[in-house]
């Protein structure tokens, strides 16, 4: 079965920083790519961003280019997301998913539960 | 604003047969698949349909969609309470290099 259990949020400070992590199971982690997703409080789905199974291929939404870091660690099956500068509009539930293939535009097939960020003073 | 619209709300009865649509352009929906998934409160989002029309195991029958050119639609029929729920429609954008979401349709069962 798969599960992906998302950890790290938490409440920081404009400016501040934060680690988001995404433990996987459940299936051959290397071989597929996953991505991050947000949902801000009362609005949509947004991307923010995806890798591929070898970690060789990033991708970024506009909206947070040069402040998140996305990345894996394959012996661990785990997934993170490195968030710098942290504003208001980053404030949201961090999702972590998973692509069927090692192409980061394949089918996102499963889901986590998320874990909420607030950033605030 | 989101990239790929959706209706805000929709709403029927059980037994109704129910769509939401997504309209998008030439650079997602008409270039890539389109993508169906569910969001229940506190629940991790779950796919509805995947490549346009394709439902994962599990996901009844009642769930089924379409797309033609830049514009998709996701059919319930046979509606039930528990289908109460936000849908986000999703596909690849190749200008973007990145996933677009519509802006999400919560649905109500009466």
């Known amino acids: 079965e798969v599960q992906l259990l998302e950890s790290g949020g938490g409440l920081e400070q404009p400016g501040g920083s934060l680690r988001l992590s995404c433990a996987a199971s459940g299936f051959t982690f290397s071989s597929y790519a996953m991505s991050w997703a947000r949902q801000a409080p009362g609005k949509g789905l947004e991307w923010v961003s995806s890798?591929?199974?070898?970690?060789?291929?990033?991708y970024y939404a506009d909206s947070v280019k040069g402040r998140f870091t996305i990345s894996r660690d394959n012996s661990r099956n785990t997934l993170s997301l490195q968030m710098n500068s942290l504003g208001a509009e980053d404030t949201a539930v961090y999702y972590c998913?998973?692509?069927?293939?090692?192409?980061?535009?394949?089918?996102?097939?499963?889901w986590g539960q998320g874990t909420l960020v607030t950033v605030s003073s | 604003q989101s990239v790929l619209t959706q209706p805000p709300s929709a709403s029927g009865t059980p037994g109704q047969r129910v769509t939401i649509s997504c309209s998008g352009s030439s650079s997602n929906i008409g270039s890539n698949y389109l993508y169906w998934c569910q969001l229940l409160p506190g629940t991790a989002p779950k796919l509805l349909i995947y490549r346009n029309n394709q439902r994962p195991s599990g996901v009844p029958g009642r769930f089924s969609g379409s797309k033609s050119g830049t514009s998709a639609s996701l059919a319930i029929s046979g509606l039930r309470s528990e289908d109460e729920a936000d849908y986000y429609c999703a596909a690849w954008d190749d200008s973007l290099s990145g996933w677009v979401f519509g802006g999400g349709t919560k649905l109500t069962v009466l």
């Open positions: 998913a998973k692509s069927s293939y090692d192409y980061v535009w394949g089918t996102i097939d499963y």
């Open positions: 890798l591929s199974g070898s970690g060789d291929n990033t």
